[in-house]
Structures are given as structure tokens and as C-alpha cells.
């Protein structure tokens, strides 16, 4: 996401008064590591929003289907927490409830383990470290 005031303004057109936006995505404390080291966790990538996208040219595989190796140059935008819920505040959404989980729903790192329901974890850092998160926002009206 490029434009997090265009993404939160969207939400908010498409919701009718009093309706409910519920999201459960990647932590954006996640993305700071280097996804390829299962040895340590080793910060490359800054958490607190820039404005220039970070640009990633590599083979690596595509954290959600790791069979798919991007064949063009890719560019994201890390947006924190706070981004998130001010930019969804800004656009009349209420925060309800907000969660911080210990596990992935996608195996895309290095040395991460499955567990018996299908969730992803880091057997070094189980429940240290927030993989995902959850909100849910109501608009307002």
C-alpha cells in the first residue's frame, strides 16, 4: 500500500454507517528482519514509515506461495502500527478491538515450523515475537 490515507479512505466509503472493518495481516514489526536467516534475527529494514518504498530485486521466493519466484523488481511501503490506526481514525472508524498473535499464517521464512492446526512459528521465538495481528474497526454514524 503506496497511500495508507487512500487505503483507509476506501474502507470507510465502502462501509455503511455502523459497519464493521476486520483485518488480520503480517505484523509490521515483522518485515524489519531478514527473512532468510533461520540462524538469528538480524534488523535490515526500518519500522517507522518512509516515504521512498523499499525496493526488492532477488530471487527469493514469495512469502505466500514459496514455489512463485517474482521475475520483476517489487517495491512496499512499511506503515506502523500507529500508521494504521490513525489513518483508520482519521477516515470516522472506531478501533474495537485490536490483538498481537505469535504465529504466521504463512511459512515464508527461513527455519519457521508448522504447527498441528497450521499456523507458523519460529521454534526459537515462540511466543516472543508478534507474526500477525487483528483489528476491527466500526465506522462511525
Same mark, same amino acid.
Given at each position: 500500500?503506496?497511500?495508507?490515507?487512500? @487505503?483507509?479512505?476506501?474502507?470507510? %466509503?465502502?462501509?455503511?454507517?455502523?459497519?464493521? +472493518? /476486520?483485518?488480520? =495481516?503480517?505484523?509490521? $514489526?515483522?518485515?524489519? +528482519?531478514?527473512?532468510?536467516?533461520?540462524?538469528?534475527?538480524?534488523?535490515?529494514?526500518? /519500522? +517507522?514509515?518512509? +516515504?521512498?518504498?523499499?525496493? $526488492?530485486?532477488?530471487?527469493?521466493?514469495?512469502?505466500?506461495?514459496? !514455489?512463485? &519466484?517474482?521475475?520483476?523488481?517489487?517495491? =512496499?511501503?512499511?506503515? !506502523?502500527?500507529?500508521? &494504521?490506526?490513525?489513518?483508520?481514525? %482519521?477516515?470516522?472508524? !472506531?478501533? =474495537?478491538?485490536?490483538? =498481537?498473535?505469535? %504465529?504466521?499464517?504463512?511459512?515464508?521464512?527461513?527455519?519457521?515450523?508448522?504447527?498441528?492446526?497450521?499456523? @507458523?512459528?519460529?521454534?526459537? /521465538?515462540?511466543?516472543?515475537?508478534?507474526?500477525?495481528? !487483528?483489528?476491527?474497526?466500526?465506522?462511525?454514524?
Amino acid at each position: 500500500i503506496s497511500d495508507i490515507d487512500r @487505503w483507509a479512505d476506501t474502507i470507510a %466509503r465502502l462501509l455503511k454507517d455502523g459497519g464493521v +472493518f /476486520y483485518i488480520m =495481516e503480517t505484523h509490521p $514489526f515483522l518485515p524489519l +528482519f531478514d527473512d532468510t536467516r533461520a540462524d538469528d534475527l538480524h534488523i535490515v529494514y526500518p /519500522y +517507522f514509515h518512509r +516515504f521512498e518504498p523499499v525496493h $526488492f530485486n532477488d530471487d527469493h521466493p514469495d512469502y505466500a506461495d514459496n !514455489s512463485y &519466484i517474482p521475475f520483476h523488481k517489487t517495491y =512496499e511501503w512499511f506503515w !506502523s502500527l500507529s500508521d &494504521i490506526f490513525n489513518a483508520l481514525i %482519521r477516515h470516522g472508524l !472506531s478501533i =474495537e478491538l485490536f490483538n =498481537e498473535h505469535d %504465529r504466521w499464517f504463512s511459512g515464508g521464512w527461513c527455519g519457521m515450523e508448522m504447527d498441528p492446526v497450521g499456523w @507458523w512459528y519460529i521454534k526459537k /521465538y515462540k511466543g516472543m515475537l508478534p507474526f500477525t495481528f !487483528s483489528l476491527r474497526a466500526r465506522k462511525k454514524g
